[in-house]
């Protein structure tokens, strides 16, 4: 039988645009979640570097895992982005989103895209999410 956690985590993995885009779970815990993606040439815009909505839906992902990561429907409800370095085909980028305070039915959460060998921080957002009545496991459930 699987735990709690792992219910979590089997619901967030199975997001069909982070299969598709072939973005990795690498940490997943309360507030808190990792996610890589290995730029490929499908991810380039025109200057070929990465195009910037890959980038947001990278951390976008990251952000709807972490802030889901209680069992509780969380939905976006504001992203803002930095973005502050580009990237290239073969670079490997971490998105990792932090929850910074959950205040009744709203979540705050920082978001870091960086650079997975260099460590240059290629975007910042700050995102906002609205968690709704539903859990998808339930808070108690083992």
Not at 27 to 44: C, D, F, K, S
Request: charged letters at 20%; aromatic letters at 8%.
């Amino acid at each position: 039988m699987s735990t709690r956690q792992e219910k979590i985590e089997n619901h967030i993995t199975a997001d069909p645009c982070a299969n598709a885009l072939g973005a990795q779970l690498e940490a997943l815990r309360a507030g808190y979640a990792r996610y890589t993606l290995e730029i490929t040439e499908a991810m380039l815009n025109f200057h070929g570097i990465t195009h910037g909505g890959v980038v947001f839906t990278l951390g976008d992902i990251a952000f709807a895992a972490a802030s889901n990561s209680h069992g509780q429907m969380a939905v976006a409800q504001n992203v803002n982005i930095t973005f502050l370095q580009a990237s290239k085909v073969g670079t490997r980028l971490i998105a990792e989103a932090s929850e910074v305070a959950l205040n009744g039915p709203f979540g705050l959460y920082d978001i870091r895209v960086t650079d997975a060998v260099s460590g240059e921080l290629i975007a910042r957002s700050q995102a906002t999410v609205y968690r709704k009545k539903t859990w998808f496991v339930e808070e108690m459930s083992e």
